[in-house]
């Protein structure tokens, strides 16, 4: 089994910055994938950063170029770091990563979400 812990979330003024971190921990071989999804009240939960065990990263319109994912293989962590936030940005951040297990099993996992709002 395997524990996603996140981090970082609150609030934060309009045109502030938010860092997020999701900790793994358990039964892990490897992680391939690791990205951040988000869902704001009352709609589904996106997409938003993606980033590969390689490196290799995807962002949503609706983020990119303000926002990072980095990530620690090492401690089997991922980050993401915003910049110019704005109300809209207001949601529960998800981190969800693919995990292989030591039996070579691949299963995906979810955090429990941290809540971001945006407001003055």
């Known amino acids: 089994q395997v524990q996603l812990v996140e981090s970082g979330g609150g609030l934060v003024q309009p045109g502030g910055s938010l860092r997020l971190s999701c900790a793994a921990s358990?039964?892990?071989?490897?992680?391939?994938?690791m990205a951040w999804y988000r869902q704001a009240p009352g709609k589904e939960r996106d997409l938003i950063a993606l980033?590969?065990?390689?490196?290799?990263?995807n962002y949503a319109d609706s983020v990119k170029g303000r926002s990072t994912i980095p990530r620690d293989n090492a401690r089997n962590t991922v980050y993401l770091h915003m910049n110019s936030l704005k109300p809209e940005d207001t949601a529960v951040y998800y981190c969800?990563?693919?995990?292989?297990?030591?039996?070579?099993?691949?299963?995906?996992?979810w955090g429990k979400g941290t809540l971001v709002t945006v407001s003055s």
């Open positions: 969800n990563i693919d995990v292989c297990h030591f039996d070579s099993r691949l299963i995906n996992y």
């Open positions: 980033i590969q065990r390689g490196g290799s990263t």
């Open positions: 358990g039964s892990i071989r490897s992680i391939n994938n």
